[in-house]
Nanobody
Framework: QVQLVESGGGLVQPGGSLRLSCAASGSIFSIYAMGWYRQGPGKPRDLVATITSGGSTNYADSVKGRFTISRDNAKNTVYLQMNSLKPEDTAVYLC??????????????WGQGTQVTVSS
């Protein structure tokens, strides 16, 4: 009933930049929070950044000062601007949404993931 579609991943050299987008669609009446998580090779999934309906943001220590999360409420879209990328940022990046759904209530959804590879 709710779909999250990520885009913007790709191959980039160390020090480069990428901008990820995640668009939510479906029977949504409220978005409580959206965020980005990542899972690198041989690593568990962990939080990268989140943003709440009130605009509060939270970042993993490893990306502070390099990544910026933002949102466009009119488009139900969240963005992740990634600068000064490092090889250790290589991972599948997944969008997460904590939303209110008509006739269902509060639900959590995940996107399909987009690959980010940082390599020289």
């Amino acid at each position: 009933q709710v779909q999250l579609v990520e885009s913007g991943g790709g191959l980039v050299q160390p020090g480069g930049s990428l901008r990820l987008s995640c668009a939510a669609s479906g029977s949504i009446f409220s978005i409580y929070a959206m965020g980005w998580y990542r899972q690198g090779p041989g690593k568990p999934r962990d939080l990268v950044a989140t943003i709440t309906s009130g605009g509060s943001t939270n970042y993993a220590d490893s990306v502070k000062g390099r990544f910026t999360i933002s949102r466009d409420n009119a488009k139900n879209t969240v963005y992740l601007q990634m600068n000064s990328l490092k090889p250790e940022d290589t991972a599948v990046y997944l969008c997460n949404a904590d939303v209110g759904v008509y006739a269902r209530g509060r639900m959590t959804y995940w996107g399909q993931g987009t690959q980010v590879t940082v390599s020289s």
